[in-house]
């Protein structure tokens, strides 16, 4: 098994991205490892603030953000830092060449019960006209990403990286060290599970309720086939597992006002995302509009989100009219 920075090399990636890259993974060690004493390091329960989102922050929320934007503060290669638990861009190197957004604990909800929760990253260029504290830094289209990946902390620490190549996974070993366990990411075109909070049902338009009851319906209905629905409550968990046996991951938008554009936020949960499952052979869309091609509108812009398998992807689609 070889080592991320030799996958790194033998990609061509460039000494200083993959300097960068590294710095994150770093970072991420060190929140695996509090993230696995749990209550003994004493990271668990909520913090006495709310993020930008106006969401109760929990205590390894904040201590990850820290982690990240400390390491990542500390790197030549590093112009601009956007987090979702930040309200603002925080300025870097002005010399710098990347910007780095990330959701530093995906699935909050998850961590005082013990359940998967990760890091979510991507990498932009840096955008020489503007400012380093300046949100046209991250004004750009999810295709530009030169970067994507997560960390999830379950049972073992594994890494999903894409550098514009194929999807890859790698597994954290007792040393210390990613190291690359699955080369290259699949996503089979059909599948037979879906991943979304069925509690939302009620909340969906019309169109997508009678998508999700076509799927409940079985081999009875007129997909003519079983599926079967599974659920984390963590983007990050619920993705991976679409990257690793298949599947359709759904957070639609809904008639809730904080909700009505999507919940997910486009830059540090979608996009990267996103680029990932394309990078898998999967498809990943808002609509009509594919993920990676929506030009952001600001910082925290939700968005709702439908990816995974292509052939379901489209199926989705169809039923909402789009195709």
């Known amino acids: 098994m070889q080592s991320v920075e030799l996958q790194l090399t033998q990609d061509q990636v460039s000494p200083d991205m993959a300097e960068l890259v590294l710095t994150v993974l770093s970072a991420s060690k060190t929140i695996a490892h509090k993230v696995r004493r749990g209550a003994l390091a004493g990271v668990l329960g909520s913090a006495a603030q709310q993020n930008v989102q106006g969401e109760t922050q929990k205590n390894l929320d904040v201590i990850a953000n820290d982690i990240l934007k400390e390491a990542l503060l500390a790197s030549p290669h590093v112009r601009s830092v956007a987090s979702e638990e930040e309200d603002n861009v925080v300025a870097g190197n002005a010399q710098g060449g990347y910007v780095v957004a990330f959701d530093p604990l995906d699935g909050s909800s998850n961590i005082d019960i013990n359940g998967q929760i990760g890091t979510i990253f991507t990498i932009y260029r840096a955008v020489d006209d503007a400012a380093a504290d300046s949100p046209a830094q991250f004004a750009q289209q999810g295709r530009a990403q030169v970067c994507a990946g997560y960390v999830l902390y379950g049972p073992s620490t594994q890494l999903a990286l894409t550098t514009g190549g194929p999807s890859r996974l790698y597994t954290l070993d007792t040393d210390g060290e990613y190291l690359l366990t699955q080369a290259e990411l699949a996503i089979a075109v059909d599948c037979q599970e879906f991943s979304i909070n069925l509690s939302n049902l009620r909340h969906w338009a019309p169109t997508t309720q009678a998508y999700i009851q076509g799927l409940q319906a079985g081999k009875d209905g007129?997909?003519?086939?079983?599926?079967?629905?599974?659920?984390?409550?963590?983007?990050?968990?619920?993705?991976?597992?679409?990257?690793?046996?298949?599947g359709i991951f759904l957070y639609p938008a809904n008639t809730q006002s904080k909700l009505h554009n999507g919940k997910l936020r486009l830059l540090y949960e979608a996009n990267p995302m996103a680029m990932l499952v394309e990078k898998a052979g999967g498809k990943a869309v808002i609509g009509a509009q594919a993920i990676l091609d929506v030009l952001p509108e600001n910082l925290h812009q939700r968005v709702p989100v439908i990816l995974g398998a292509a052939n379901e992807v489209d199926a989705f689609l169809s039923a909402e009219g789009y195709a």
């Open 222 to 246: 007129a997909r003519g086939k079983d599926f079967n629905m599974r659920w984390n409550g963590a983007m990050v968990g619920d993705v991976h597992r679409v990257l690793m046996r298949g």
